[in-house]
């Protein structure tokens, strides 16, 4: 199983970014989708997730500024950015948990980063 996530870049304070993130392989479902994030010297947090039956949370500082979705007929996830802040600069990694793929379950798979730069 891989995760693709694509969509970052650059973006002036108060613009938005959707980030996709995609898993491909044989996949029976996948139980938690997420978003994570990670500047230098801090730890990775998490950002947003959101569950097969479309339960989601959110880091407090970006709760009516992010949005997570999914479509799990794709086995894809985004992350929809509004009102972005130069503190949300950082590399954001999308995250898979209980991935059911037959015969076993993986626990959990990363995808690779995808910077996103808050800056006028």
């Known amino acids: 199983v891989q995760l693709q996530a694509s969509g970052g870049g650059l973006v002036q304070p108060g613009g938005s970014l959707r980030l996709t993130c995609a898993a491909s392989?044989?996949?029976?479902?996948?139980?938690?989708m997420g978003w994570y994030r990670q500047t230098p010297g801090k730890q990775r947090e998490l950002v947003a997730a959101?569950?097969?039956?479309?339960?989601?949370r959110y880091l407090d500082s970006v709760k009516g500024r992010f949005t997570i979705s999914r479509e799990n007929a794709k086995n894809t996830v985004y992350l929809q950015m509004n009102s972005l802040k130069p503190e949300d600069t950082a590399v954001y990694y999308c995250?898979?948990?209980?991935?059911?793929?037959?015969?076993?379950?993986?626990?959990?798979?990363w995808g690779q980063g995808t910077l996103v730069t808050v800056s006028s």
């Open positions: 392989g044989t996949i029976l479902s996948i139980n938690v």
């Open positions: 959101i569950t097969g039956a479309n339960r989601t």
């Open positions: 995250n898979a948990e209980r991935i059911r793929v037959p015969g076993t379950q993986i626990v959990e798979s």
